[in-house]
């Protein structure tokens, strides 16, 4: 009888526990269940008919390739029911070749690459661009040998230090000094149609240093150069430099403040000096992808756009420096990372100064693809001669429109008008076209719709009379 009795209480406190289990799981699962109404109702993103869910992004490690993390990192990507992976490539072409030959299916790329691809330089293949990923980012650090021997020729300013923007102008005694002793004097860019290519350029033809010119038979660019030009993949930048194989070179960040943390060379300019608010990187995919699947396009330029908005709010860039340092994405220490990506930028070491605009992902419309910012790499491909012929005005205009796609850029913003993730003044009235500019380090006007003026405009270079 005690026993059965011992058996009917344990009986009981069995079927207690189990209902008491039972409600806590059904509470839990309609608390899981209500967070996700939750987050559905905040988002309000409109999920379009997905044709392609499962993707690949490439990537090189630097910062700006930061809307491709935070997509990813915040949820962006899933909002628009796209799973996507971000993997680091070796190197710019790399990166090329696996987006043409569908290995990846978008990339982190390089302005001018498929703008090259279209115009005919190096590799061919229609590639289309409807995202601009940021503004500004570069800059150009030499040796300390270098920057002391440049120093003596730079104004200073009452507290002493050198007064910016410096100009290749200091530097041009320097390279001659070089020539005298027998040395040619070396810098590195990170690719043939990189921003950093025809930024190093423009920066030393601005001070009648002549960069070099390139023909079918000299593919390095190097005919009647003072200065012997180089490619250097972005993160082994200071390595070279500290070898002794280069003197200098233009770069995207964190790799110039790199030079300064291990204090082997000295940041002299920045790419917002050489052209203020200029494009730097796009977000590329084929003509194929896009034509076949044309809604993943707009949702991936979407959950983008939204990325780059999210990194220009006010206080989220500590958080970003924390995602980049990840060593999956740029994988630099967050000192490092938060001297650029935090509004300041470090010249000689101490020498620290407030640059807000250093890196732009979404205020100016930066990520709006203008016609504009495309036709300026062409004016710089034909004025070092990757582009061998004289091309008609007209001709500048038609290439790129089949490269850059605002229209697909278009159909994204107005749908996060609609789901309210961005204002409707957000989306530039523009016939593509910006107004034109003489924000450059030698003043120089640029008017895209008259490239030919332009490219007439300098000293060094083609000219197309």
């Keep these: 009888m005690k026993k059965m009795k011992s058996l009917l209480e344990k009986s009981i406190l069995i079927l207690f526990a189990t209902v008491f289990l039972i409600s806590c799981g059904g509470k839990e699962k309609k608390e899981a269940e209500a967070k996700v109404e939750e987050k559905k109702e905040v988002s309000k993103t409109k999920t379009l008919d997905i044709e392609k869910p499962q993707l690949t992004f490439g990537f090189i490690k630097l910062t700006d390739m930061a809307p491709l993390a935070i997509a990813k990192e915040k949820g962006f990507f899933e909002d628009e029911g796209l799973f996507v992976s971000v993997e680091a490539q070796s190197n710019w072409k790399n990166v090329l070749d696996r987006v043409i030959d569908g290995q990846l299916d978008g990339s982190h790329m390089l302005a001018g690459q498929p703008i090259a691809a279209g115009a005919g330089f190096g ?22 040998d270098v920057w002391s021997k440049m120093k003596p020729n730079i104004p200073a300013g009452e507290d002493g230090k050198p007064i910016h923007p410096i100009k290749a ?133 979407k959950a983008l756009i939204r990325a780059g908005k999210w990194l220009d709010e006010p206080g989220n860039r500590k958080e970003a420096v924390q995602i980049l340092s990840k060593p999956q994405y740029v994988g630099a220490p967050e000192s490092v990372l938060a001297n650029s990506m935090t509004g300041t930028f470090e010249f000689e ?33 034909r004025r070092w001669g990757q582009i061998p012929e004289k091309k008609s005005t007209e001709w500048y205009s038609e290439t790129i429109k089949k490269i850059y796609r605002p229209d697909i850029w278009k159909k994204a913003a107005t749908l996060l008008v609609e789901e309210g993730h961005i204002p409707a003044a957000d989306i530039p009235e523009t016939d593509g076209y910006k107004p034109s500019t003489n924000d450059f380090i030698d003043g120089k006007k640029y008017d895209a719709k008259d490239p030919i003026a332009y490219i007439n405009s300098f000293k060094i270079g083609n000219k197309d009379k």
């Design 123 to 144: 590799r061919q293949a229609e590639l289309v661009t409807a995202f601009s990923m940021d503004l500004n980012g570069n800059g150009i650090t030499v040796s300390n």
């Design 349 to 381: 070491k101490g020498n620290k100064r407030e640059m807000p605009d250093f890196n732009v992902f979404y205020k100016y419309n930066a990520t709006y693809p203008f016609y504009s910012d495309g036709i300026w790499f062409l004016t710089q491909m």
């Design 169 to 301: 102008d200091a530097l041009k005694p320097v390279i001659e000094d070089y020539k005298k002793s027998g040395k040619a004097f070396k810098m590195g860019m990170v690719f043939p149609v990189s921003t950093h290519n025809y930024e190093i350029r423009y920066w030393l033809a601005a001070a009648g240093i002549h960069p070099g010119m390139y023909t079918a038979d000299n593919v390095q660019g190097q005919i009647d150069a003072e200065v012997l030009l180089s490619v250097t993949p972005p993160p082994q930048m200071p390595a070279t430099l500290e070898s002794g194989t280069i003197y200098g070179y233009c770069v995207g960040e964190p790799w110039n403040q790199q030079a300064v943390f291990k204090g082997i060379g000295v940041p002299v300019t920045t790419n917002y000096d050489i052209w203020k608010n200029n494009p730097e990187k796009v977000f590329v995919m084929t003509k194929k992808f896009i034509d076949e699947n044309p809604n993943t396009a707009v949702a991936v330029t």
